[in-house]
């Protein structure tokens, strides 16, 4: 069964993680790189599961592994072999699931959370290639090349025990129908699509998020569509869009509201127009049941979702 479908018949809301670079990065990883956290993978697994241990703790009901940008392609431009490159993609799903584990295992009151999920990152290829191309989606690949470049990463996710797909900042349609080729191949396995947004109604290419739901809709294995790494003032009405043309669970994750410059790999110090867990709490209300934080975001963010989510 969907496992996404199953918590939410049982609970009003899943909650998801936030930021894993930000964590990272304040406990002094330099993810200048085009790896990004994937290069922690392979440099202090320890310091991915004590990130996913503090957001289990704040209340999340999902942890996003470190895979975003984890391919064979990228580790083995960095010198490893293409076996050293599958165990780390398996690793990262694998780090997840054991701080799932070890934080269930010692939670004393289960009564009002279900046990999390483990939901495998796939980055779109845009990340691959780390240069802003997940916020605009002109790839020069056709979808069968997309299939191709999802394919082996995915089933190294899935071999690994992920309890489901996370595919994410998808910047194009395109990507979406690849992807869902490639899970054609792996029956009773589930991913949430989601989407990097332009404004609140089209998605980075300038598709009509709408008719990536509408889609979406019609495929068995999208357990839940949506959008994440994308400004919070858009989300209102890209949950209305998605909606419109959608049955399945609708999930938002967007960054704390600062923006980012992809040449210098910089954010702005700009504050939040809003307060992030208002806002949570008005996207839900308006139809979003799965929600978290991307970029920027904190445990405390999560925390504040939690608080007002689990009353």
């Given at each position: 069964?969907?496992?996404?479908?199953?918590?939410?018949?049982?609970?009003?809301?899943?909650?998801?993680?936030?930021?894993?670079a930000?964590?990272?990065?304040?406990?002094?990883c330099?993810?200048?790189?085009?790896?990004?956290?994937?290069?922690?993978v392979?440099?202090?697994?320890?310091?991915?599961?004590?990130?996913?241990?503090?957001?289990?703790?704040?209340?999340?009901?999902?942890?996003?592994?470190?895979?975003?940008?984890?391919?064979?392609?990228?580790?083995?431009e960095?010198?490893?072999?293409?076996?050293?490159?599958?165990?780390?993609?398996?690793?990262?799903?694998?780090?997840?699931?054991?701080?799932?584990?070890?934080?269930?295992?010692?939670?004393?009151?289960?009564?009002?959370r279900?046990?999390?999920?483990?939901?495998?990152?796939?980055?779109?290829?845009?990340?691959?290639?780390?240069?802003?191309?997940?916020?605009?989606?002109?790839?020069?690949?056709?979808?069968?090349?997309?299939?191709?470049?999802?394919?082996?990463?995915?089933?190294?996710?899935?071999?690994?025990?992920?309890?489901?797909l996370?595919?994410?900042?998808?910047?194009?349609?395109?990507?979406?129908?690849?992807?869902?080729?490639?899970?054609?191949?792996?029956?009773g396995?589930?991913?949430?699509?989601?989407f990097?947004?332009?404004?609140?109604?089209?998605?980075?290419?300038?598709?009509?998020?709408?008719?990536?739901?509408?889609?979406?809709?019609?495929?068995?294995?999208?357990?839940?569509?949506?959008?994440?790494?994308?400004?919070?003032?858009?989300?209102?009405?890209?949950?209305?869009?998605?909606?419109?043309?959608?049955?399945?669970?609708?999930?938002?994750?967007?960054?704390?509201?600062e923006?980012?410059?992809?040449?210098?790999?910089?954010w702005?110090?700009?504050?939040?127009?809003?307060?992030?867990?208002?806002?949570?709490?008005?996207w839900?209300?308006?139809?979003?049941?799965?929600?978290?934080g991307?970029?920027?975001?904190?445990?405390?963010?999560?925390?504040?979702?939690?608080?007002?989510?689990?009353?």
């Amino acid at each position: 069964m969907n496992p996404i479908e199953q918590i939410l018949t049982d609970y009003p809301i899943l909650i998801l993680d936030g930021a894993m670079a930000t964590e990272l990065e304040n406990y002094g990883c330099n993810l200048n790189d085009r790896l990004w956290s994937a290069k922690i993978v392979l440099e202090n697994p320890d310091l991915i599961k004590k990130v996913h241990l503090d957001y289990f703790q704040a209340g999340a009901d999902c942890a996003i592994t470190a895979s975003y940008q984890a391919t064979i392609e990228g580790y083995r431009e960095r010198g490893l072999t293409e076996e050293e490159a599958i165990s780390l993609i398996g690793k990262s799903v694998r780090i997840s699931a054991d701080a799932r584990d070890e934080f269930w295992a010692n939670l004393k009151d289960k009564s009002n959370r279900p046990k999390p999920l483990v939901a495998a990152s796939v980055g779109p290829y845009g990340a691959f290639l780390s240069d802003g191309s997940e916020y605009r989606g002109h790839y020069s690949l056709s979808e069968d090349e997309l299939v191709a470049f999802h394919k082996d990463r995915i089933r190294v996710l899935v071999e690994a025990g992920a309890d489901i797909l996370a595919c994410e900042t998808l910047p194009c349609l395109t990507e979406a129908k690849a992807i869902i080729k490639v899970l054609k191949e792996f029956p009773g396995v589930y991913a949430w699509f989601s989407f990097s947004a332009k404004d609140g109604y089209h998605i980075s290419d300038g598709e009509r998020i709408s008719s990536c739901a509408e889609w979406l809709d019609g495929e068995e294995q999208a357990a839940a569509i949506g959008i994440n790494c994308s400004a919070p003032e858009f989300i209102d009405s890209l949950i209305k869009e998605v909606g419109s043309q959608s049955s399945k669970p609708i999930i938002v994750y967007p960054n704390s509201g600062e923006e980012y410059d992809a040449a210098s790999k910089t954010w702005s110090e700009e504050p939040s127009a809003n307060s992030f867990s208002a806002n949570t709490k008005r996207w839900h209300e308006a139809g979003a049941q799965i929600i978290g934080g991307c970029c920027r975001t904190t445990p405390e963010d999560i925390a504040a979702i939690t608080a007002w989510a689990r009353k």
